[in-house]
């Protein structure tokens, strides 16, 4: 029988410091209870005994001691640059880092090159006195592959497993730095999202995740996949650490942790439930009937602490959402309307933002200069890297999606045009701002579920490019834990914290993880099933 791995925290200088927040972490190494390079190698040593099974951390940073060691000999000398000197954290694998590690979205086609500089948030949390322990496994290319993949695997990384069920799949594509701060292998961590791939992962690990409003974090130094929804976000194991590593990701420098509240915030505080295609799916679907009614009863919580819960409507929902629901960012397409979907403005972003980052790579030893590059890479390693449908059990379709894209040509016609501008109008004016009006005023927030509704509430903020945190609750029958999410309008990211704090002292902590079935292989798909060419949940 194979040998289970040992899930135990190791202490550091005999401190336990399994789950401690940022702020806990701090005072420990201020009053000298162990320095930050023994931080880091508990760290380090909890990513050797776990890494075998779950796969969250695609490669160690070797200069990750040497940094710790500094912000030590800074501390002596009384110089403390804030609240994150000497705090580990993991990136995912497409924020770029210019030290010995490589930058290659999961891919082996970008072993081997080297970015000109670090992405501009990896700078400002060194520049904060964090220390960069590794990049974190990710769903090859950001999950822009295939529309039918084995979420949280990549070339380079293998299958990442999420330490709560390894048997059920981890997220979307940034659930590597997801299930690594899940799985105590960094105190927090940083992921990208075009559409869900902080959200979702952050929900199903029970951490906190924040995707911040599109254009507030630079993305410069990240691998591309559309500049009218990219973003960075935060994970953290509460509120407040996914909180203070975004004030530094700022610029200028976010004062979000400082609206960290207790639950007393709750009181006259008012909340919009959306119901039609967001609520109303949740309550009625038997397989998350758990869900459902966990999040009901923490709802019925927070109004015994004094929030104001008011039934609402996005009122583009129906025209939005399919009726059978489901996350489809191509949906429009398929029923004839491509000048309406979230896809249709992607694929062409992607073929031209992925060109300006390639162009940027100070060495590129395979000369993958553009996606036709990339595709013909994928056709000659297929083996590997399953450029052709059926050679990877990753990814059965091969690439479909990079052909999508590569058939648009980064064309910029009326019909990417039209689609944009129709997504952030249902999105935005006639969705999340519409919903959010209420008797002349504007609510505190959009509470949503985020799995219960097929991921309906996520995409419609993410196509909005608008802020959303998921605070999590508890974890269903299946071993899969879940969220309370609210979403704001634009720049609305100071009021998801206060209220997101607030909600999470009335649930009273995450649940840690149970790693259930800690010896799985099994392929974990999302996407639409090619034999079937309908829309799979997960």
Same mark, same amino acid.
Request: a negative charge; one cysteine or more.
């Given at each position: %029988?194979?040998?289970?791995?040992?899930?135990? &925290?190791?202490?550091?200088?005999?401190?336990?410091?399994?789950?401690?927040?940022?702020?806990?972490?701090?005072?420990?190494?201020?009053?000298?209870?162990?320095?930050?390079?023994?931080?880091?190698?508990?760290?380090?040593?909890?990513?050797?005994?776990?890494?075998?099974?779950?796969?969250?951390?695609?490669?160690?940073?070797?200069?990750? $001691?040497?940094?710790?060691?500094? #912000?030590?000999?800074? #501390?002596?000398?009384?110089?403390?640059?804030?609240?994150?000197?000497?705090?580990?954290?993991?990136?995912?694998?497409?924020?770029?880092?210019?030290?010995?590690?490589?930058?290659?979205?999961?891919?082996?086609?970008?072993?081997?090159?080297?970015?000109?500089?670090?992405?501009?948030?990896?700078?400002?949390?060194?520049?904060?006195?964090?220390?960069? $322990?590794?990049?974190?496994? %990710?769903?090859?290319?950001? +999950?822009?592959?295939?529309?039918? /993949?084995?979420?949280? /695997?990549?070339?380079?990384?293998?299958?990442? #497993?999420?330490?709560?069920?390894?048997?059920?799949?981890?997220? @979307? =594509?940034?659930?590597?730095?997801?299930?690594?701060?899940?799985?105590? &292998?960094?105190?927090?961590?940083?992921?990208?999202?075009?559409?869900? +791939?902080?959200?979702?992962?952050?929900?199903?690990?029970?951490?906190?995740?924040?995707?911040?409003?599109?254009?507030?974090? =630079?993305?410069?130094?990240?691998?591309?996949?559309?500049?009218?929804?990219?973003?960075?976000? *935060?994970?953290?194991?509460?509120?407040?650490?996914?909180?203070?590593?975004?004030?530094?990701?700022?610029?200028?420098?976010?004062?979000?942790?400082?609206?960290? +509240?207790?639950?007393?915030?709750?009181?006259?505080?008012?909340?919009?439930?959306?119901?039609?295609?967001?609520?109303?799916?949740? =309550?009625?679907?038997?397989?998350?009937?758990?869900?459902?009614?966990?999040?009901?009863?923490?709802?019925?919580?927070?109004?015994?602490?004094?929030?104001?819960?008011?039934?609402?409507?996005?009122?583009?929902?129906?025209?939005?959402?399919?009726?059978?629901?489901?996350?489809?960012?191509? /949906?429009? =397409?398929?029923?004839?309307?491509?000048?309406?979907?979230?896809?249709?403005?992607?694929?062409?972003?992607?073929?031209?933002?992925?060109?300006?980052?390639?162009?940027?790579?100070?060495?590129?030893?395979?000369?993958?200069?553009?996606?036709?590059?990339?595709?013909?890479?994928?056709?000659?390693?297929?083996?590997?890297?399953?450029?052709?449908?059926? *050679?990877?059990?990753?990814?059965?379709?091969?690439?479909?999606?990079?052909?999508?894209?590569?058939?648009?040509?980064?064309?910029?016609?009326?019909?990417?045009?039209?689609?944009?501008?129709?997504?952030?109008?249902?999105?935005?004016?006639?969705?999340?701002?519409?919903?959010?009006?209420?008797?002349?005023?504007?609510?505190?927030?959009?509470?949503?579920?985020?799995?219960? @509704?097929?991921?309906?509430?996520?995409?419609?903020?993410?196509?909005?490019?608008?802020?959303?945190?998921?605070?999590?609750?508890?974890?269903?029958?299946?071993?899969?834990?879940?969220?309370?999410?609210?979403?704001?309008?634009?720049?609305?990211?100071?009021?998801?914290?206060?209220?997101?704090?607030?909600?999470?002292?009335?649930?009273?902590?995450?649940?840690?993880?149970?790693?259930?079935?800690?010896?799985?292989?099994?392929?974990? /798909?999302?996407?639409?099933?090619?034999?079937?060419?309908?829309?799979?949940?997960?």
């Amino acid at each position: %029988m194979e040998t289970a791995p040992d899930t135990r &925290m190791p202490p550091c200088k005999e401190v336990n410091i399994e789950d401690a927040s940022i702020n806990r972490l701090q005072q420990w190494l201020q009053d000298g209870k162990f320095t930050a390079v023994d931080l880091a190698e508990c760290y380090l040593e909890r990513t050797r005994r776990l890494n075998g099974v779950l796969k969250a951390v695609l490669e160690l940073n070797p200069d990750a $001691l040497d940094i710790a060691r500094e #912000r030590d000999g800074e #501390r002596k000398r009384g110089f403390v640059r804030g609240p994150l000197h000497g705090i580990p954290f993991l990136v995912k694998d497409n924020i770029a880092t210019k030290d010995k590690m490589q930058t290659t979205a999961g891919s082996t086609m970008l072993i081997g090159s080297e970015v000109p500089e670090d992405a501009q948030v990896v700078k400002l949390l060194r520049e904060a006195g964090a220390v960069l $322990l590794g990049h974190a496994n %990710m769903s090859e290319w950001a +999950s822009m592959r295939a529309t039918y /993949y084995a979420v949280g /695997y990549s070339s380079r990384g293998g299958q990442n #497993r999420s330490p709560y069920n390894l048997a059920e799949h981890p997220g @979307d =594509s940034s659930s590597g730095p997801a299930t690594a701060v899940a799985a105590n &292998m960094c105190a927090f961590s940083l992921g990208t999202e075009t559409d869900s +791939s902080v959200i979702l992962p952050a929900d199903r690990n029970a951490v906190v995740g924040i995707k911040p409003t599109v254009g507030m974090i =630079s993305c410069e130094g990240v691998i591309p996949e559309s500049h009218n929804f990219d973003t960075v976000g *935060t994970f953290g194991r509460t509120v407040a650490d996914a909180a203070v590593a975004l004030d530094v990701i700022c610029q200028p420098r976010g004062h979000f942790s400082s609206q960290i +509240s207790g639950k007393d915030a709750l009181k006259g505080a008012q909340f919009g439930i959306p119901w039609k295609r967001i609520w109303e799916r949740a =309550s009625s679907e038997k397989s998350v009937r758990i869900q459902y009614q966990a999040l009901q009863t923490l709802v019925s919580r927070l109004q015994e602490f004094g929030a104001d819960i008011i039934k609402v409507e996005i009122p583009s929902a129906e025209a939005m959402v399919p009726q059978d629901g489901g996350w489809d960012w191509d /949906y429009p =397409s398929k029923i004839g309307h491509p000048e309406q979907s979230e896809f249709t403005v992607v694929k062409v972003d992607f073929y031209n933002d992925l060109k300006r980052y390639l162009a940027s790579l100070i060495v590129n030893p395979y000369g993958i200069r553009s996606l036709e590059d990339i595709i013909q890479y994928n056709i000659q390693h297929t083996e590997r890297e399953g450029g052709l449908p059926g *050679t990877h059990p990753a990814w059965p379709t091969g690439q479909d999606s990079f052909d999508k894209s590569l058939t648009a040509m980064g064309i910029e016609d009326e019909t990417y045009k039209s689609a944009l501008e129709f997504i952030r109008r249902k999105t935005r004016d006639e969705g999340i701002d519409a919903a959010l009006s209420y008797d002349g005023k504007l609510l505190d927030g959009l509470l949503v579920p985020v799995q219960a @509704d097929d991921g309906v509430a996520m995409q419609i903020a993410a196509q909005a490019g608008y802020p959303m945190i998921t605070i999590p609750v508890d974890v269903g029958d299946g071993g899969v834990p879940f969220g309370l999410a609210i979403i704001q309008t634009a720049f609305g990211e100071d009021k998801l914290i206060k209220y997101g704090a607030a909600i999470e002292e009335v649930v009273g902590g995450r649940p840690r993880p149970g790693f259930r079935n800690i010896h799985a292989d099994n392929w974990m /798909y999302i996407g639409v099933r090619p034999e079937e060419k309908k829309e799979f949940q997960a």
